[in-house]
Structures are given as structure tokens and as C-alpha cells.
């Protein structure tokens, strides 16, 4: 019988240690010595959970995606973040506390998370000085252009920053603020009526193969008033009573 008992021990901590993030949930858990905690509401206050360095979230926990305004860091830890679930989509790094993800463009934004020390990360080489043409400065635009709008830069874009570094000393923190600052990269993270409704429609052809009717309102007010993703739409989409019918 004790033998037993230990075996069902091991197993219990076992299955813990494989899958740190299957009973986090919105609470007040206990801060961690190395890690990060992700809070519900700006500066770092409301309801929040927490995540050990060493713990990759393939997807944010129910009721938390696309829920987080502000993240805490503790230790030598640093955060991914990425845009969709499992380590998909857009994604940046944070190693210091962020009090309102809005300024950093993702409030309610992230889906799936890793967690490591800064050790952990590959230490990236110090660049070398910008050549003559400004091929460095131009790397940096098209890449800050491809994290925040998510998109290569256009011409002239890429000639007013590429001047704004070679110039006058910007960096690269400089040309993203300034991205974030575009009326492009507002309309982009600001939700109307018709990028919801253009959200489940998505989320209807990829699972039901048809386009929405009036029953998809409650999804579309969902994206609106809850910040739903598309894969919110189409987890929700996959529970529903015609999608088991058509897999019979």
C-alpha cells in the first residue's frame, strides 16, 4: 500500500512539473523568485497569475487571452510574447516591468507566452557600425515596420527613418515609438463594427465552410466588448452543435 502512495505521489508531481500552467487561472498567487506575473489591469493591479522561468504557455489559460494590460518581472527573467497561440504571430521580448501594455502596443493582445532567464536567451552579437549605404539603418526600419505594422516598409517610410537613424542618432526604440505613434498603427489596433464582423467571418469559413448569419452576433459583440481573437471565435465555433453535426 505505501508503495502505492508513492507511486500515485510521483505521478501527481510528475504531471505538475510536464504542464506548470494547467491550474493557473485570474487569482493573487504567490510571487515567484524568478518569473513573471501578468495582471489584468494596468499597473499592475487587479487579478493576475504568474509564470516561473522555464514554463511555456502554448496558449493563455481560459478567460485570460487576450486579457493582460500590464506585466511584472522578478529576477533574472525575461518574457516572449506572442500574438497568437502556440508561439505564432507577432511576438516581442520584455525584461523589465511594463505598467501599461498599450504603450508597447499590446494591451489585450497576447495568446501564448515563454518564460526564461536572460541567460537563456542567446545573447545577441553587438552590431557593427553602419556602412556607407546605411544597410544597418535600413534593417532596423524594415524590422521595427514588420513588428509593429506587420508589414515591409514603403518607400518613403523606409527613406524618413533610415535618415532619422544615419542623421540623427535614432535607435531602434525610437523608430518603433514612433510607428506606434502613426494613425496606420491606431486604426490597426483600434476595433470597429466592420473589423469584428470581418473577425467571425473569418472564424466561420475556416471551421463551419459557410458565411455567418444573424446568429453570429453574439460572436461579433463578443470581439468588440471582450477583445475575442479570431481563435476565440473559431474555439467557440468548434463547440457548437453544427460543427459536431458535420463531423458525424
Known amino acids: 500500500m505505501a508503495m502505492k ?27 515567484p523568485r524568478e518569473g513573471v506575473c501578468f495582471y ?28 493582460i494590460s500590464s506585466i511584472k518581472v522578478f529576477g533574472d527573467a525575461a518574457v516572449t510574447v ?8 507577432r511576438s516581442s521580448r520584455f525584461d523589465r516591468d511594463v505598467r501599461d501594455l498599450k504603450d508597447a502596443g499590446w494591451n489585450d493582445l497576447i495568446s501564448s507566452i515563454r518564460v526564461q532567464s536572460r541567460s537563456g536567451f542567446a545573447r545577441r552579437p553587438t552590431p557593427p557600425p553602419f556602412d556607407r549605404q546605411g544597410g544597418d539603418a535600413e534593417r532596423i526600419v524594415r524590422r521595427a515596420y514588420e513588428d509593429v505594422l506587420e508589414r515591409e516598409p514603403d518607400p ?31 486604426q490597426k489596433n483600434t476595433m470597429t463594427p466592420g473589423r469584428a464582423q470581418d473577425i467571425v467571418r473569418r472564424a466561420y469559413l475556416e ?31 468548434r463547440n457548437s452543435a453544427e460543427y459536431r453535426n458535420k463531423r458525424r
Not at 489584468?40 to 486579457?67: H, I, Q, S, W
Not at 465552410?209 to 460572436?219: A, F, I, L, M
Open 156 to 186: 518613403t517610410g523606409l527613406r524618413v527613418y533610415r535618415s532619422h537613424i544615419i542623421d540623427d542618432g535614432w535607435s531602434e526604440t525610437q523608430v518603433r515609438e514612433a510607428l506606434r505613434q502613426s494613425q496606420e498603427f491606431r
Open 207 to 237: 471551421v463551419l465552410k459557410r458565411e455567418p448569419d444573424q446568429g453570429s452576433r453574439p460572436y461579433v459583440d463578443k470581439v468588440l466588448r471582450d477583445h475575442w481573437s479570431q481563435q476565440d471565435v473559431e474555439r467557440e465555433l
Open 82 to 89: 506572442f500574438r497568437d497561440v502556440r508561439f505564432d504571430g
Open 5 to 31: 502512495h508513492t507511486i500515485l505521489f510521483a505521478s501527481i508531481v510528475s504531471i505538475g512539473l510536464a504542464s506548470p500552467a494547467w491550474a493557473q487561472r485570474w487569482g493573487r498567487a504567490t510571487l
Open 40 to 67: 489584468k489591469d494596468t499597473n499592475f493591479r487587479g487579478d493576475y497569475f504568474c509564470a516561473g522561468a522555464g514554463e511555456d504557455l502554448r496558449a493563455v489559460p481560459d478567460g485570460m487571452n487576450d486579457r
